[in-house]
C-alpha cells in the first residue's frame, strides 16, 4: 500500500538554526514527489516538484533533496515567517493515474525570534 | 485575483441539511479535484474530474456528490450532512500535461452540528 510519513510531527527551531524535515514514501513507482506549505486556515502553496533520485531544487532558505525512498527539507537559517506546515505528497507513475497525491501529515515548523 | 476561488470561506450547517461547495478557477486547467482535510490525518481525495464528461470518486467518496458545470466550475455538494463531515475542504486545479502540479484553494471551512 501506498504510504507517506513525514518526521518530526512538529519542529520547535531558533531564528537561524538550520535543521531537515523528512518525507519518507513508498509507492508502485514514482512520478513525482510534492513539497507544500500550509499556514493555519489557508490552502497548501506548492514549493517544488521532484521527479527522479538525486535531484535538487531550492527557493531561497528552502532546499529539497530525493531519493529513492525518501526527501529532506532542508531549512537554511530559518526566519519567524518560515513558520507553518510543511506538507509532502506523492504521485503514482502508472499508465492511466489519476493524477491522485498521496499526503503525509504534515510538519509544523515553529521558529522564534 | 487569486487562481483558484472557493466559496463560501466558512460555514455552519445542522444535521442532515443539504450543503454545496463551490469552486471556480481561472488557470484553464482541466483536471480538478475536492480533497478533505481532518486534523492528524492530512488530504483525502474525495473526488476528481479529468474534464467536464469524466468524474471520478476517490478514496472518501460516501455522503459527497459533485457537478463539474463547466471546465473552470466544480462543485461539492454534502446531500444529508452529518458531524462528522465537519472538516476542511479543498479545491485543486492541474493540468493535463506536464507536471500535474496540484493548486490549491483557499478552502471552506465547514461545521455540522
Known amino acids: 500500500e501506498d504510504q507517506v510519513t513525514q518526521s518530526p510531527e512538529a519542529l520547535r527551531l531558533q531564528e537561524g538554526e538550520s535543521s531537515s524535515l523528512n518525507c519518507s514514501y513508498t509507492?508502485?513507482?514514482?512520478?513525482?514527489l510534492f513539497w507544500y506549505r500550509q499556514d493555519p486556515g489557508k490552502g497548501p502553496e506548492f514549493l517544488f516538484t521532484?521527479?527522479?533520485a538525486g535531484e535538487e531544487k531550492e527557493k531561497e532558505r528552502l532546499k529539497a533533496t530525493l531519493t529513492k525512498k525518501e526527501s529532506f527539507l532542508h531549512i537554511t537559517a530559518p526566519k519567524p515567517e518560515d513558520s507553518a506546515t510543511y506538507l509532502c505528497a506523492v504521485q503514482e507513475g502508472w499508465a492511466g493515474n489519476t493524477g491522485k497525491l498521496i499526503f503525509g501529515q504534515g510538519t509544523t515548523l515553529q521558529v522564534k525570534p | 485575483d487569486a487562481d483558484v476561488t472557493q466559496t463560501p470561506r466558512n460555514r455552519i450547517t445542522k444535521t442532515g441539511k443539504r450543503i454545496m461547495l463551490e469552486c471556480s478557477q481561472t488557470?484553464?486547467?482541466?483536471?480538478m479535484y475536492w480533497y478533505r482535510q481532518d486534523p492528524g490525518l492530512g488530504l483525502q481525495l474525495i473526488y476528481y474530474?479529468?474534464?467536464?464528461?469524466?468524474?471520478n470518486k476517490g478514496e472518501i467518496s460516501d455522503g459527497y456528490s459533485v457537478s463539474r458545470q463547466a471546465q473552470a466550475k466544480f462543485s461539492l455538494s454534502l446531500e444529508s450532512a452529518i458531524p462528522n463531515q465537519t472538516a476542511l475542504y479543498f479545491c485543486?486545479?492541474?493540468?493535463?500535461?506536464?507536471?500535474?502540479?496540484?493548486?490549491f484553494g483557499p478552502g471552506t471551512r465547514l461545521t455540522v452540528l
Open positions: 485543486a486545479t492541474s493540468a493535463s500535461i506536464s507536471t500535474d502540479t496540484q493548486y
Open positions: 521532484l521527479y527522479s
Open positions: 488557470k484553464g486547467h482541466d483536471r
Open positions: 474530474s479529468f474534464d467536464v464528461k469524466d468524474i
Open positions: 509507492v508502485s513507482g514514482l512520478r513525482g
